[in-house]
């Protein structure tokens, strides 16, 4: 089946000490995302691609950085984890032809403790 | 600012009982509007959609949902609860340049 896949499931991190999560999708959608989710709110959005174009949100602090190197792959990197990054971080991809109505694909996310 | 407003963050039903969760849009445009749910621990799964094709939307798991441009409501039903529904609920709505706006969730509590 095609699907977003991210991993790990869970991670556990040190203060301080950079991390990586990794998403990649089958449905060779040509938009992902990374949001992040903490405790009882609602999914707020860090950025996304648009194919290799990287679209910042303006509020996403400078800690956290993204790559795509391809279709199928993108990553998120916080580069100094603190306390209040501890969260669910959730991957999605979207397509853009006309006729998908433009419903995103969420994978299972990410759980990131901060020790 | 486009808005979703979903009433009451949480809702207790009784197994077998209605399930009515209420979302309200702000918009001056017919809006693409999405119902996710969320379980414990996992990713968003999409409910239904409303695309303008229809008023009455069906979705999985036995809900549905009704769009009513008069209301400015798309709320969310199902006949009869089970067990397995006790999740969280997102009512969203897609801004222009193809972004969530999520409101801030429902938490569906199912007592047995």
């Known amino acids: 089946d095609a699907m977003v896949i991210q991993n790990p499931r869970y991670q556990v991190t040190q203060f301080g000490k950079p991390v990586t999560l990794s998403c990649s999708q089958t449905?060779?959608?040509?938009?992902m995302y990374w949001y992040q989710q903490k405790s009882s709110q609602a999914p707020k959005l860090l950025f996304h691609y648009y194919d290799k174009d990287f679209n910042n949100e303006a509020d996403t602090p400078d800690n956290f950085q993204s790559r795509r190197p391809n279709t199928s792959f993108c990553f998120l990197d916080i580069r100094s984890p603190g306390l209040g990054d501890a969260a669910m971080y959730l991957c999605a991809t979207r397509s853009h032809l006309q006729g998908f109505f433009y419903e995103q694909y969420f994978g299972p996310g990410t759980r990131l403790t901060v020790t | 600012a486009q808005s979703v407003t979903q009433l009451g963050s949480h809702v207790s039903v009784s197994e077998g009982a209605l399930v009515l969760l209420r979302c309200n849009y702000s918009?001056?445009?017919?809006?693409?509007l999405f119902w996710y749910v969320q379980y414990p621990n996992q990713g968003l799964q999409l409910l239904l959609k409303?695309?303008?094709?229809?008023?009455l939307v069906k979705g999985i798991n036995g809900f549905e949902a009704e769009f009513k441009k008069s209301e400015t409501s798309f709320h969310l039903t199902k006949p009869s609860a089970h067990m397995s529904d006790a999740a969280e609920y997102f009512c969203?709505?897609?801004?222009?340049?193809?972004?969530?706006?999520f409101g801030s969730g429902t938490r569906l509590l199912v007592r047995p």
């Open positions: 918009s001056s445009v017919p809006p693409y």
């Open positions: 969203v709505r897609m801004d222009s340049s193809y972004k969530l706006i």
């Open positions: 409303y695309t303008s094709a229809a008023t």
């Open positions: 449905l060779n959608h040509n938009v």
